[in-house]
């Protein structure tokens, strides 16, 4: 998955990276392959540019935001990955003819989640439940969710909690709502985002 140190990277410099990343993460595959695994459930990443901290750090040009407010750069980067990563899957099979890989498009479970939130129900896509400042992000990247900071001019603030978590889609600027990951789950379950590959060997 494309980590959080890669968001202050340009998006050819995140971009140049992936093949690096792919690598990695089939190296962690050959590691668990000796140590016994024979079924591996992979999933790509999610819409990185709907994080509100990401958005907090590169959306103050808001050129740089799409039609929902999400970073278009962030989300270019992981739909490229993801296209890698997908590519790795396909190829696994023939490399471990012996074991199931189960491809999970959380990609596209998270943006639905994002850009059609009203329809589940929730109120605020991006901006967080337990956070600080108000609208449109309530977000403060200093202050943690339910720690106290100083903010640039110098107030004390603290990051607290919503009243109904379940209306939010975003937890603290990075973790999704428990409302939130039981839709994920939900989706997940339902195995319509799922794809197998075996060995014709199987």
């Not at 494309?2 to 690598?23: A, M, R």
């Not at 595959?29 to 990401?54: D, M, S």
């Not at 977000?139 to 209306?167: E, F, H, L, P």
């Not at 799922?194 to 014709?200: D, F, G, K, P």
């Amino acid at each position: 998955m494309i980590s959080l140190e890669h968001f202050t990277k340009t998006l050819d410099q995140v971009v140049g990276l992936i093949p690096t990343i792919i690598d990695i993460f089939q190296d962690g595959i050959k590691r668990l392959y000796a140590e016994g695994a024979r079924n591996f459930w992979i999933h790509n990443t999610g819409p990185l540019g709907c994080i509100a901290q990401v958005v907090s750090l590169f959306g103050r040009d808001k050129s740089k935001l799409d039609e929902f407010g999400c970073v278009s750069d962030h989300n270019q980067a992981a739909k490229l990955f993801n296209s890698q990563l997908h590519g790795l899957f396909i190829k696994l099979p023939q490399q471990y003819p012996d074991s199931r890989f189960t491809y999970v498009d959380i990609f596209s479970i998270k943006s639905d989640l994002i850009l059609n939130h009203s329809k589940y129900g929730f109120n605020h896509s991006i901006m967080v439940c337990c956070g600080t400042g108000g609208p449109p992000l309530n977000y403060n990247d200093q202050v943690n969710c339910g720690s106290t900071g100083k903010s640039s001019d110098g107030t004390i603030i603290t990051a607290r909690a919503c009243n109904d978590s379940s209306k939010y889609v975003n937890w603290d600027g990075i973790h999704y709502t428990e409302a939130a990951n039981r839709f994920v789950a939900l989706h997940i379950l339902s195995g319509r985002y799922s794809e197998t590959a075996l060995s014709w060997n199987l």
